[in-house]
């Protein structure tokens, strides 16, 4: 049974920052993509960015890769999201997820293609 639990959620103030957390734990292969989405009440679930199994391949959506940023930490098998400049359009719950890949470079941006999920964790971007 694997498990991914999103952390660092929380209110901040316009153009402030937030690291977001997910651990993944339970029975684990080695190899894996994973990535965040988010979604705002009423919206559909949308891509923010995705790493491959290597960490060498990243994805963004468009209009977040100046602000946002995505790492991995094998040894604590975390992966983050570095959000900088939030704006209030940025308010949502993020979510991480998994998918069971090991191809180089295999970065999907549709919901579909991930085998696991967390909860999620929200943001709220607020003065």
């Known amino acids: 049974q694997v498990q991914l639990v999103e952390s660092g959620g929380g209110l901040v103030q316009p153009g402030g920052s937030l690291r977001l957390s997910c651990v993944v734990s339970g029975r684990t292969l080695s190899s894996y993509a994973m990535a965040w989405f988010r979604q705002a009440p009423g919206l559909e679930r949308e891509f923010v960015g995705a790493?491959?199994?290597?960490?060498?391949?990243?994805k963004y959506e468009d209009s977040l890769k100046a602000r946002f940023t995505i790492s991995r930490d094998y040894a604590k098998n975390t992966l983050y999201l570095h959000m900088n400049s939030l704006k209030p359009e940025d308010t949502a719950v993020y979510h991480c997820?998994?998918?069971?890949?090991?191809?180089?470079?295999?970065?999907?941006?549709?919901?579909?293609?991930?085998?696991?999920w967390g909860q999620g964790t929200q943001v709220t971007v607020s003065s």
């Open positions: 997820a998994l998918d069971w890949s090991s191809t180089t470079g295999w970065v999907p941006t549709e919901p579909m293609k991930y085998d696991h």
């Open positions: 790493i491959d199994w290597s960490g060498t391949v990243t």
